[in-house]
């Protein structure tokens, strides 16, 4: 059975030992359909049962919690829905209510939350309030560029953009029915919703445009969205028959449907909370009231399950850690917090299994950085940028301040990376996809050299191998030299019978002239292979692949040459090699055209290659 080769293919969960674990919680009880937990990587949130509550807890603070703890009360008649840390403000937070209300909060310099005091409790204040939505406040959101942005959804139907300098809403998007879920895209602009009416839509954040809407999930239980790239988006939800289901969008044209349809996950009766992981590509699905967490890996435009992991304690929430808290050294690429049913907080480390001690840069690209690329007065200006500041890993790994560096556009991953980390291995294997991506758009077909379609599709092979054959390094030999084999050798059984001395002479001569004239251009390809631009140990197997595959062409020529029908005369069989010679000749043509316009355009190639990679 086919395996689709991923790096991620192994990753695997290892939950926290017991005294790592948040002890004797009180979350909420409230119904509402939340991810009940947060976290930042320095702080987590977790909503109270109680008014108007909910408590922060630093990330070294593990073990079993006193009774008495301080908290963050301000909300009045309900529960806290939602709570949202400030991407930019490790000490800011804000929290929406049944009362309505947005609170600001800002977590003490000196805050502690299980050494405390238990005889002088001093619970936390908000600093600021915002109201303008008429019923609940469900759900909080930062922007991911801009400072002093977010949104907040709401019973009311709508969805609101905020400016916390100003304390004041700049735009609403006005829905039909409660909306369950939204998210920013990767550079802030804009903003994927779904909602009870089982409609996605895309909107323009700052003007209040609708994009783009199209129908979702036509089950009547609430329905997720994330973005996955900067065009792709996914949701989670139900069908008719409540099986839950995950579906893939293009942004720009929601009205036709998820790409490929649905795709069907388990008939569970849970929400399934969906995470992205930008610089891997992973998407991670942890269903309420399951053990379990699915990841899915997004490559070649659809999303592959890579696989889950399994657990008996089911889950009430869940929250996942900015990458920059990750613990390098581990291989680590996802740090979440899973709450479970008995009032446990448990961390979740899913890890890439590696050997080497060295950093892995290849699962480890740069990561979102705690500085805003944009003000909120620029962006609500309208000013653009790719994406988020983004900080060095490597950095991190070593210990050192992290290098911040301009984002890049977001790119949808079509191909699986790698192993591979050296820089000089990628820059081969861009120029390789460039050259043949070239080829084929530019090139026609080679010509066959006989109707036979064997021996068709053998030449078809050869006419498309690319100029660099450098993009075999990764496969397996055996799989390489399998598939050249599969050409079936003569039958001495079934060769024709001798019809002279004579006939048999002249027609070893012309097989060995048309041997001597593919051997001839086989070497000429050879020759015109330059791979200096990776390496000698790649280009002297190039060539013995590429010498390899000539002699195979040789070798059915000459079988196919031999294998005349027992009626046939020499006349005959003097004109199917007279035929054969002719076409081979014009493919030889063809490939050696190809080659002389190869220095042209691997420079030219290589001048774009250097371009990305000073970036």
Not at 97 to 110: A, F, H, S, T
Not at 200 to 215: H, I, N
Not at 462 to 472: I, P, R
Not at 550 to 578: F, G, M, N, W, Y
């Amino acid at each position: 059975m086919f395996v689709r080769p991923s790096k991620y293919r192994h990753v695997f969960a290892q939950p926290a030992k017991k005294e790592l674990c948040y002890e004797n919680l009180k979350p909420t009880l409230s119904a509402f359909d939340s991810n009940i937990v947060n976290a930042n990587g320095k702080y987590i949130a977790l909503n109270s049962n109680g008014i108007g509550a909910f408590c922060v807890i630093p990330v070294d603070e593990v073990g079993k919690s006193p009774d008495k703890v301080p908290m963050f009360r301000g909300h009045t008649g309900g529960s806290v829905l939602d709570t949202a840390f400030d991407p930019f403000n490790d000490k800011r937070v804000l929290s929406a209510g049944e009362d309505g209300k947005i609170l600001i909060w800002e977590i003490p310099n000196d805050y502690t939350y299980t050494k405390a005091d238990p005889e002088n409790i001093v619970d936390v204040t908000p600093i600021g309030s915002l109201t303008g939505h008429s019923r609940k406040v469900g759900q909080l959101e930062f922007n991911p560029v801009a400072s002093d942005i977010f949104a907040s959804s709401s019973f009311d139907y709508s969805v609101k953009i905020w400016n916390l300098q100003s304390l004041e809403c700049t735009v609403t998007l006005q829905h039909k029915d409660l909306v369950t879920s939204f998210a920013w895209n990767y550079n802030g602009t804009q903003i994927a919703t779904v909602s009870k009416d089982k409609t996605v839509r895309v909107w323009d954040a700052r003007t209040g445009e609708l994009l783009s809407s199209g129908k979702g999930h036509l089950g009547a239980k609430a329905s997720r969205i994330v973005w996955i790239s900067s065009d792709r988006l996914a949701t989670t939800g139900f069908d008719r028959f409540s099986e839950r289901q995950l579906g893939l969008w293009k942004s720009v044209d929601l009205e036709a449907g998820p790409i490929g349809g649905f795709i069907s996950i388990d008939s569970s009766s849970g929400t399934l909370m969906p995470f992205f992981d930008p610089s891997t590509n992973l998407l991670f699905l942890a269903g309420k009231g399951d053990g379990n967490v699915r990841f899915f890996e997004f490559a070649d435009d659809d999303l592959h399950l890579l696989g889950e992991y399994p657990s008996t304690d089911a889950q009430r929430g869940f929250a996942v850690a900015p990458k920059r808290f990750v613990n390098v050294h581990e291989n680590e690429i996802i740090k979440a917090y899973k709450l479970r049913n008995d009032n446990v907080i448990e961390p979740l480390s899913f890890i890439v299994p590696r050997r080497a001690e060295i950093f892995q840069d290849d699962i480890y690209p740069d990561a979102p950085a705690d500085v805003p690329a944009l003000t909120a007065e620029e962006w609500l200006s309208g000013k653009n940028v790719a994406g988020p500041v983004l900080c060095s890993m490597k950095d991190i790994y070593e210990g050192k301040t992290p290098q911040l560096i301009d984002s890049t556009e977001q790119k949808v991953a079509t191909k699986v990376a790698p192993e591979s980390s050296s820089p000089q291995v990628k820059k081969a294997e861009i120029k390789n996809e460039a050259v043949v991506e070239n080829k084929e758009k530019s090139l026609p077909s080679a010509k066959t050299l006989s109707e036979d379609a064997k021996v068709s599709s053998l030449l078809e092979k050869v006419n498309a191998l690319s100029d660099d054959d450098s993009q075999y390094i990764d496969n397996d030999d055996k799989n390489v030299n399998d598939e050249w084999d599969e050409i079936p050798k003569s039958d001495p059984k079934t060769e024709p019978k001798k019809v002279s001395t004579k006939e048999e002479n002249t027609k070893h001569d012309d097989n060995k002239e048309v041997e001597k004239k593919v051997e001839k251009e086989a070497e000429k390809v050879v020759k015109n292979e330059d791979l200096n631009n990776v390496n000698k140990e790649n280009q002297n197997e190039d060539e013995k692949k590429d010498e390899k595959k000539a002699d195979s062409v040789a070798s059915v020529i000459s079988s196919k040459a031999a294998e005349t029908p027992k009626t046939s005369t020499l006349k005959q069989s003097l004109e199917r090699l007279h035929t054969l010679v002719n076409s081979l000749e014009a493919s030889v043509e063809l490939l050696t055209h190809q080659n002389n316009m190869k220095d042209e355009k691997l420079e030219a190639l290589e001048k774009k290659i250097d371009m990305l990679l000073n970036r």
